[in-house]
């Protein structure tokens, strides 16, 4: 592993067999390459966004990032760790969040879970307390400490798991849809209390979402990953670009106006009796404009609605001109 980095993949692969009847006694073997020669390194304290589409390969990535799959060929390290041969040393040091799975147990109350982890983990009693105690506090979980995990709601239990997965002081936390489930409110404390971790604490965060707000309060890195290969790295700001991708501000007029005269690259693309939606470049600042329909025009409401990562990254890879994943290798067994 290279000083700098504490996660480093090189040239990692991961293929699976899947086998599909085709005919008696016959059945079709194809191979699927979910992780397609990837590489990166993500240095000690660093907070990058992974994303891309379904089935691009994130989760197989972080499966193999926990060691929880092995890779079919190429290097894998965190902290100089090979996940796949030292799963149980490594786990004392990783943190991890599935936005669809959870780590709780499903009849136990939550404190309950907690107390199974103090003792699986073997956390020192005082630091066990102190942690609990600030998570809990961070996350308003206080008054569900008591309850069952199955009669938790989605957020809830999603808060739920992320303080269970940092109990023990995970060096690196993978986080898999943190915000999924979450309420406005809830995720604001979600995101203020990963960037408090990652200031104070250093913590390294690799986090995947399908949305974009988590990776533009928190991440000054994004990885696009498509086909199991790397499609981009790099700036949040240069991904927009390379994207062409667009915001939108939804303005709600006093009254029904003829369509507001914006600067450009801003243009009107809808408009319908009082309320107007214009498109302006996602890399750019919303401020400006708002400051001068405000200013101009006779303002009810607004807001901005912000690109769906899909077509973000679609428009990115047709703009780079990515050639089409090939087909799956057959054999017949």
Known sequence: MTESAFIEM??????????????????EVRRVRAVDSLSFTVARGEMVGYIGPNGAGKSTTIKMLTGILTPSGGRLR????????????????????FGQ???LWWDLPLIDSYRLMHRMYRIPDA??????????ELLGLGELLDVPVRQLSLGQ????????????????????????GLDVVSKAKVRDFLRELNTER?????????????????????MVIDHGRMMYDGPLAGLHEA?????????????ELPPIEAPAPARVVRVEGPRQWLAFPASQSAAPLVARIAQEYPLVDLSVREPDIEAVIAK?????????KPPPERTTA
């Open 10 to 27: 090189d040239r990692v692969e991961k293929v699976f067999d899947v086998r599909k009847k085709t005919g008696f006694l016959k059945r």
């Open 127 to 136: 630091r066990y307390r102190e942690n609990l105690d600030r998570l809990v």
């Open 101 to 103: 799975r959870t780590t």
């Open 78 to 97: 965190v902290a100089g760790i090979d996940p796949s041969r030292e799963r149980t040393r490594l786990a004392h040091r990783i943190g991890v969040v």
């Open 316 to 324: 990115m890879l047709h703009s780079l001109g990515d050639t089409p």
């Open 243 to 255: 994207g062409e991708s667009e915001r939108t501000l939804v303005v709600d007029l006093e009254r």
């Open 202 to 222: 250093g913590t390294t965060v690799l986090l995947t979402t399908h949305d974009l707000q988590d990776i533009e309060q928190l991440c000054s890195r994004v």
């Open 157 to 180: 239990r999603m808060r739920g798991d992320i303080v269970a997965a940092l109990l023990h002081d995970p060096e690196v936390l993978y986080l898999d849809e943190p915000t999924i």
